[in-house]
T-cell receptor, first 110, second 116 residues
Framework: DVKVTQSSRYLVKRTGEKVFLECVQDMDHENMFWYRQDPGLGLRLIYFSYDVKMKEKGDIPEGYSVSREKKERFSLILESASTNQTSMYLCASSWGGRAFFGQGTRLTVV | AQSVTQLDSQVPVFEEAPVELRCNYS??????LFWYVQYPNQGLQLLLK??????LVESINGFEAEFNKSQTSFHLRKPSVHISDTAEYFCAVSAYSGGGADGLTFGKGTHLIIQP
């Protein structure tokens, strides 16, 4: 089975901190994605990557950046965390139109 | 670009009753269609998918969905629900280009609440 691993289940960070959310997949998928999930809003795409060192903005990229130095790892970076970035963050990799999700990181910014 | 509309944010049903969760989509190209389920405090899991072929697809736990191209719908149904079906259900579409990223566009989710 495909495994997508997010480094933390829960994180609490202070406003203004730089935050790194890490995601690793073990199936050699080219495509990887970061979503945030908020009640009543569903999942919204932040950034995605279809190859090493390639990145594309999703629907809500403001306040975020990403890094893909190796095929298996896709990092989401909050340059200066703000309270409106408190959310559940979900990483996914995909192949053939099907996505595989990590367990999610619940980030709280205080 | 694609969009997905899940018409109901919450659906309460009694145990052993039938249920239908509605999903409509719009797209200018052909799409793949998915239903994902999220149990409390867990990540998303694929429930079923339509890629091609038969328009009626089934999951191993009794759910089914039918792709209706003319109505641009992919409603999810189960003839008899169980308390363990309580979860958030997300409909999603993907326009697979074959060469680039094939990100999913999600609906806002439907919370299925099973009442004993």
């Amino acid at each position: 089975d495909v495994k997508v691993t997010q480094s933390s289940r829960y994180l609490v960070k202070r406003t203004g901190e730089k935050v790194f959310l890490e995601c690793v997949q073990d199936m050699d998928h080219e495509n990887m994605f970061w979503y945030r999930q908020d009640p009543g809003l569903g999942l919204r795409l932040i950034y995605f990557s279809y190859d090493v060192k390639m990145k594309e903005k999703g629907d809500i990229p403001e306040g975020y950046s990403v890094s893909r130095e190796k095929k298996e790892r896709f990092s989401l970076i909050l340059e200066s965390a703000s309270t409106n970035q408190t959310s559940m963050y979900l990483c996914a990799s995909s192949w053939g139109g099907r996505a595989f999700f990590g367990q999610g990181t619940r980030l709280t910014v205080v | 670009a694609q969009s997905v509309t899940q018409l109901d944010s919450q659906v309460p049903v009694f145990e052993e009753a039938p249920v239908e969760l509605r999903c409509n989509y719009s797209s200018s190209v052909s799409v793949y269609l998915f239903w994902y389920v999220q149990y409390p405090n867990q990540g998303l899991q694929l429930l079923l998918k339509y890629l091609s072929g038969s328009t009626l697809v089934e999951s191993i736990n009794g759910f089914e969905a039918e792709f209706n191209k003319s109505q641009t719908s992919f409603h999810l149904r189960k003839p008899s629900v169980h308390i363990s079906d309580t979860a958030e259900y997300f409909c999603a579409v993907s326009a697979y280009s074959g060469g680039g990223a094939d990100g999913l566009t999600f609906g806002k989710g439907t919370h299925l609440i099973i009442q004993p």
